[in-house]
């Protein structure tokens, strides 16, 4: 059997990417992150989607070990974000007639990114397109993660290429069906990947899911991450869950600090949480935790608890980043307390009241604010502050 084999005559040819150190400049890779594309190797040859263009030398290679001097007669454009659509015009290059298959947002963007016209079939919801044994079928999926998102199923063999759709941070290190590998980190990339990147368009994952819904799903093949077979269930509840801003019993407690004091705070919340018996306590320090994994913990946790000390007047600016962030992504349905500390005049406790209004975050006390220093008073509201947090948590789950 050949290694690349997905299922049928559906071939794995995507990289790995173990250099970038930030994806979209943004976002820390602990584990790198894969560019998956397919091949399907049957009477009429088909490419979907390609990959990041510094990795054309490889991916040439796969797509010549499977298929040798034969043309590949479609290119399936699912999204067009660059680290998939990269190599299109070194594509075109090698198979000059090539016809394109994406949607009407899809062309516009492949003129505009890399002034590639040419041959091409613009496809509408439900249009398909028979290879011999697979036949695929569009679906139109915008804004999971781009405009001209769309998703393209093999009613053949019932395997979903999904573009961004279940995808997640991590290479794959060997083989990329989930039943071959361990999965053990990719769970929690999977929460970053989707918080980070996909985390702004919840209502547009849910209707794609609603459009999905009923087709007879086997194998998803994702552009990031593994090829998911047995684990579809875990994957489609993951996404469903986090599109739905649905989350788990915890609290997330971030919180900037200058000297230890308004740390100091942090500390005696996170202290009378646990004695209420909440145990998922997630505690960042936004100097030194990356907000892609704070953001990873506010989708997953429904308890939020931010502190922040004044810093010429304004909030503290990683604080201020942080909200920021929460702000764009439209972040639903959270328990929210906060706390501050000033100096000589308070502003961050006044800021973050600010940042309530917008969020429409169900506020469970009243913000606790510190001068200069604890004091037992800082104590007993900090201990207020938690408790009335665990209590909301608790009153959610009965
Ligand atoms: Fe992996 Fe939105 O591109």
Wanted: net charge negative; aromatic share 12%; proline share 4%.
């Amino acid at each position: 059997m050949q290694k690349s084999l997905v299922t049928g005559k559906i071939h794995y040819v995507g990289v790995n990417d173990r250099n970038k150190h930030r994806f979209e400049a943004m976002w820390p890779l602990p584990y790198g992150v894969s560019y998956n594309s397919y091949l399907i190797d049957d009477d009429i040859v088909a490419l979907i989607d390609t990959v990041d263009a510094c990795y054309f030398g490889t991916y040439l290679r796969k797509i010549k070990s499977i298929i040798g001097n034969r043309p590949i007669q479609y290119l399936i454009i699912n999204h067009m974000e660059p680290d998939h659509s990269g190599s299109i015009s070194l594509i075109k290059q090698q198979y000059p007639d090539i016809i394109i298959v994406g949607n009407k947002q899809t062309f516009g963007m492949i003129e505009g990114f890399y002034g590639v016209t040419g041959d091409r079939y613009q496809v509408t919801d439900g249009d398909f397109l028979a290879l011999g044994h697979h036949t695929l079928r569009f679906y139109l999926t915008p804004m999971v993660h781009w405009p001209e998102t769309m998703m393209t199923f093999d009613e053949a063999d019932g395997v979903l290429f999904a573009g961004d759709g279940f995808g997640c941070f991590g290479t794959l290190d060997g083989g990329f069906l989930d039943t071959r590998i361990n999965l053990d980190h990719y769970w929690d990339e999977m929460i970053r990947y989707y918080s980070n990147i996909v985390g702004k368009y919840g209502s547009p994952v849910q209707k794609a899911l609603q459009k999905l819904g009923g087709l007879p799903i086997k194998t998803i093949c994702s552009t990031h991450g593994p090829v998911w077979t047995e684990n579809i269930p875990r994957v489609i509840d993951i996404y469903d869950k986090l599109s739905r801003y649905e989350a788990e019993e915890g609290v997330v407690i971030a919180y900037g600090s200058m000297y230890g004091n308004t740390e100091q705070m942090a500390e005696a919340i996170a202290s009378e949480l646990s004695a209420q018996g909440i145990k998922n306590i997630v505690m960042h320090n936004v100097t030194k935790s990356h907000p892609s994994f704070i953001l990873k913990d506010i989708f997953k946790y429904k308890g939020l608890i931010i502190g922040s000390p004044t810093y010429s007047n304004q909030l503290f600016p990683e604080v201020e980043a942080l909200l920021s962030k929460i702000l764009l992504r439209e972040v639903k349905n959270r328990f929210f307390g906060y706390f501050g500390s000033y100096c000589w005049a308070g502003a961050a406790v006044k800021r973050m009241g600010e940042f309530v209004e917008k969020s429409k975050f169900e506020l469970v006390a009243d913000p606790v604010e510190m001068k200069q220093a604890m004091r037992e008073e800082t104590y007993q509201q900090c201990e207020a502050l938690a408790k009335a947090m665990a209590d909301r948590l608790k009153k959610e789950s009965v």
